[in-house]
């Protein structure tokens, strides 16, 4: 009897913060959901939530000249999929998670803001969203519900 090769249900990533170890961390990671035979969309919706959370770990979390480290750990359940981002560099504001309210978007193409959509597209697209720092470390944990195969 030939027993089928199944990726494993969770996979633990761990590279130095920069743009292109997000992307390096993102195509791994779409390769593990796709090896899971996911759907095409929650695979985008996967990466499209990890790539916003990814970069503000880059960009705001460690200073330009002193990249730290990022930890990825993916776990995949029969309904769920969590990921959990840990870095140990510079907390959340007030150890709380952005609101996401979306910026006005109602405006002239050129007065529109370079930035403010992504914890907006990180709430709407997550099922369950949770913050908190431990001994140094910041752990986000992003929770989306799997369609059933």
Known sequence: MVIPDTPPQHLDLTTVASDLAVRDLLTRTRDWLRAHALPDETCGTVELVL???LNN???HAYPP?????IRLALQHGPT??????SDHGTALPGGVLPDGTLPDHD???DALPE???GWFLIRDLTDR?????DAGWSHLTLEFHLPAL
Not at 80 to 85: K, R, S
Not at 129 to 133: A, F, G, N, S
Request: charged letters at 25%; aromatic letters at 8%; glycine letters at 10%.
């Open 51 to 53: 790539a916003e959370a």
């Open 57 to 59: 770990i880059v960009e």
């Open 65 to 69: 000249d002193a990249p730290g480290a």
């Open 80 to 85: 769920h999929l969590v990921c959990i981002l």
């Open 107 to 109: 405006v002239a193409r």
């Open 115 to 117: 930035g403010g959509f």
């Open 129 to 133: 969203l949770d913050y908190r720092r």
